[in-house]
């Protein structure tokens, strides 16, 4: 059996959230704790703006207020990047345990078979190889490494949108710095 990673459906964090077994629950928690903007993180297309690259287009307060929005986006994006990363955390821990909860269960099962085949009781356990493959193929492994596929998808793109969003700001900042510099010359 094979498992793929599916991206299909998912045009939110609320759909991310509901593919992950306690994705949902996360998102309340840190709700409860404070630790979640409401609202800012709601579904909405064609929300997110293209980033300037004509800066010297930018007059007035136009250059502040871009440099704000992109800060904005920086700190959902953070948000979103620590709420993901819980998640990858625990699924791994959780794949961890079934990983070794399977191997188990394989280990019993083959000592069941040898000893209902009437073979002597100290046959040996599968190699740590074979074994190792038959939890890999275990269907509930499989299932769990796809999610975490899945949310690792979502988080690499969280963090190379905040990471774009940060040196966005960046280079803003840098122009609303040049062109102080330009009006204290100018006094």
């Known amino acids: 059996m094979t498992s ?8 939110s964090l609320n759909n991310v959230l509901q593919r992950l077994p306690d994705g ?22 064609g929300r997110v703006r293209t980033f300037p690259t004509n800066y010297s287009a930018l007059q007035g307060t136009r250059l502040s207020d871009e440099c704000a929005y992109w800060q904005s986006e920086a700190f959902r994006a953070t948000e ?3 709420l993901l990363e819980g998640q990858r955390v625990k699924l791994v821990t959780e794949g961890k345990s079934l990983r070794a909860a399977t191997r188990a269960k394989l280990r019993r099962k083959h000592r069941e078979d040898a000893a ?20 890999e193929e275990s ?9 975490v596929g899945m949310l690792l998808v ?13 040196n ?7 122009e609303i710095s040049l062109r102080q510099a330009m009006m204290n010359a100018r006094l």
């Open 154 to 166: 979502v988080l690499e793109s969280a963090k190379a949108y905040k990471e774009a969003c940060l």
């Open 24 to 45: 949902e629950q996360a998102l309340a928690l840190v709700r409860r704790m404070g630790l979640w903007s409401p609202r800012v993180h709601d579904p909405s297309d």
């Open 139 to 147: 269907a509930d492994v499989q299932q769990l490494d796809a999610t």
């Open 168 to 174: 966005g700001c960046a280079s803003l900042s840098r």
């Open 4 to 11: 793929t990673i599916s991206l299909d459906g998912m045009r």
């Open 116 to 135: 209902a085949a009437g073979q002597d009781a100290k046959v040996k356990d599968p190699s740590a190889t074979q074994l190792n493959d038959e939890v």
């Open 80 to 82: 979103l990047c620590g």
